[in-house]
């Protein structure tokens, strides 16, 4: 399906009818992910994913977006589309988490005005925390700042704009090198965001659901956050990584239908 917010064409899937749940799909993901999660929640669910500006069939955005823009994102989403829903369960994955947090802490102390209440959260696998970096990371940040301070310096930058492009595409991430340059901005504002300040806020009952292969968001941050968050419970899939939902979709829908009352 199709609509359109703030001037851009934005793709989603609207099925199944009852409580509305919305499904928010991680950085570089897209709402096919979701399918299998989609077809258990449809059963007792009215179950909404979008791709959000910049991934899968969606516009990409004029200018970066970044938390905060994503969570004003999703709220004129819900406007537009389901303006008299006064309860919305939200389940998020990776970058969909820190989405999530933002939104659900922000609603209950006061600082973002909606029309609807969030009774519940699940965060799978979620970005939020910020990584500690190892020393060899450290090394790799300081060459890399090196070389970015030697062409501005020297003018090379000026000169020829590409160099800190490929400067950047050469130290960054595998998800910063795949995107576009409008998107890489937004994936650096998303990623240098430390939501922990925030955690604490979120006092719905909140279910992590987390990989204990994960490495792209270890399980050391779902046992953080369910140390930060009031009403947290954290359940582990052992051998699952940073898509526990596609690694074991049987566990995984098992643990999510016993905190949503879907019969398994």
Known sequence: MKTNINGLNINYI????????????GWGSNIELFSQVIN???????????????????????????????VNFVLAFIKALFPEEKEIIFLGHSMGGRIIIKLSSGIHDGRIRADFVIPRVILTDSAGIMPVRTKA???RTGRYRF????????????????TLDALQKKFGSADYAAASPVMRQS????????????????????????????????????????KLM????????????????????YLYNKILGSFLGIDF
């Open 14 to 25: 609207d099925e199944g009818q009852g409580p509305l749940l919305i499904m928010l799909h």
């Open 40 to 70: 258990f929640t449809k059963k007792k669910y009215h179950t909404v994913a979008m791709d959000m500006p910049g991934f899968g069939k969606s516009d990409e955005p004029a200018e970066p977006m970044n938390v905060d823009d994503y």
């Open 137 to 139: 990371q450290k090394k």
């Open 147 to 162: 070389y970015k301070n030697f062409l501005n310096k020297t003018g090379i930058s000026r000169a020829f704009p590409g």
């Open 187 to 226: 994936l650096v504002k998303v990623v240098n965001e430390d939501l922990e300040p925030y955690m604490p806020s979120v006092t719905q009952p909140a279910l992590l659901i987390w990989g204990d292969k994960d490495t792209a968001t270890p399980l050391s941050d779902g046992q953080r956050m369910e």
């Open 230 to 249: 009031p009403e947290a419970g954290l359940a582990v899939i052992e051998g699952a990584g940073h898509y526990s939902f596609i690694d074991n979709t």
